[in-house]
Each structure stands twice: as C-alpha cells, then as structure tokens.
C-alpha cells in the first residue's frame, strides 16, 4: 500500500475493502459541507469546531486558562469557519478533511492554511490530558517507540528537538510511516501544514500524524514569551498516550 493509498483508504468504499479510520473521524472533526446540506438555522452544514474535552483551565499550569480559550474559541474556530466558506461551491465539497488535504497543491491557499489549521488544532486537544502524563501506553504504541527511537525519553527528545528548532510558526510531529505502519518518526512542517498534504510536503514528513504539538506563537506567548523550548516541555507532560496510541492505523 502506498502513501496516498494508506492516507485515503478511511474514505474508499467497495467491496472487501476494510477501512483505516479516519483521523479526522476520530478527532470529531466533521465533515465537509455538501452543495445542498441546509441545517436547522438554513446555515451551511460542514465541518464543525470539536469540544475540548475539559476546561479551560485544566491544563495549568503547563498552558494557561486565558491562552486555551482564545486559542480554542478564536483562533481554531476561526480557521473552522474560513475552511467551510473556502469550501462553498468547491469541488472538493463533501469530501473527507483527509482528502481534502491530500488534494492540495501550493497554490491552495485557502484550503492549505484553515483545512490545516482544523485538522492540526483539533488533534492537538484530542491528545492533550489534564493529568500529568505517565508512560502507561498502548502495548503496540510502547513498541514501537521502543523499536523506531529506542526509548520514550529519545522520542521526547526528538520531538522537543523539532519543536525548539522549527524556525517561525508551525507544528512538530509524531507521525506513523504509510509504508511500515510499525516505524514512527517526528517531523516539523511550516504554518498550517501537516502530514497528510501529500501534494505539498517532502515526502519524508508525510504519514499519519498521531501526535502534533502547536509551536506556534499564538499557542505559548501569553505565559512563556519566547521561552518556546519551556512550553514543548511542559506540554509534553500533559500528552495522553493512550489516546495517541488509539489514532495510530
């Protein structure tokens, strides 16, 4: 199975084929408006801003109550709501959030910056936890850290490494390979990319991310300034790895 065949498989229906999940499906993320969907207000239908799952202030003090909502309520809403008006009248219209990305192309401004923007935040929180992490992980997700790192504390390392040295805004990432589903690696990508943007990152980034973290500066400022390397740890205390293990394919 090749990349682009493991990244969309979630969305292929036919005969004997046994779908991956989607990770969108599993984030909550919604789906894309159809042409002809009206909803209960007559507003368009389409992809929709996931709950957190906990307060606001669960996460101090490793993030700060006031960050977490305007991050959550302004910032994620706001690409939420330019995504499905970039899709009015696309042709990418009701399709998946995971084909939509991997449909793109550089020049796909719109859809680059808020589809990524959706999908990136809305993993974020799914594998965010109010209670100090602990190493208690999914047997199959200890393995294969063990096997494509050598330990938890190397792919911590690997990970703050790619956050501290993404220069500007963008995100670090704990991606499952499309070709061998049992190597994970981590990978950095610029702004709103991800991933799953098969026709817009190097081909070393692209995977299944199972764990993203938000360097960017909208995501720390308010508490940590510019001591970004103090908020990647502190966030990677609260990851919940189990729920990273349940998004692995």
């Not at 990319?193 to 081909?203: A, H, K, W």
């Amino acid at each position: 199975m090749d990349k682009r065949t493991f990244l969309k498989v979630g969305s292929i229906a036919g005969v004997g084929v046994i779908a991956t999940p989607l990770v969108s499906t599993l984030l909550g993320c919604g789906r894309a408006p159809g042409p002809t969907e009206p909803s209960a207000d007559n507003s368009t239908s389409g992809f929709t801003l996931p709950e957190l799952g906990f307060a606001f202030d669960a996460l101090e003090p490793a993030v700060d109550q006031e960050t977490m909502r305007i991050h959550h309520g302004k910032h994620h809403a706001g690409y939420v709501r330019k995504l499905n008006a970039a899709l009015t009248n696309h042709p990418l219209s009701g399709q998946s959030l995971e084909a939509v990305l991997a449909a793109l192309t550089a020049s796909d401004t719109g859809l680059r910056n808020n589809g990524g923007g959706h999908f990136n935040h809305a993993l974020f929180w799914k594998v965010l936890s109010p209670a100090e992490a602990h190493n208690d992980k999914a047997d199959l997700l200890a393995e294969r850290i063990q096997t494509s790192f050598g330990g938890h504390e190397a792919m911590l390392e690997a990970l703050t490494k790619a956050a501290g040295t993404r220069f500007g805004s963008g995100w670090a990432w704990l991606v499952q390979d499309a070709n061998e589903p049992d190597r994970l690696f981590v990978a950095s990508t610029p702004n709103q990319d991800n991933p799953l943007m098969t026709g817009i990152v190097e081909s070393d980034v692209q995977g299944r991310p199972i764990l993203g973290i938000d360097v960017w500066e909208h995501a720390y400022y308010l508490n940590y300034q510019n001591r970004r390397t103090d908020y990647v740890t502190a966030v990677l205390s609260r990851i919940n790895w189990k729920a990273v293990a349940g998004l692995m394919a």
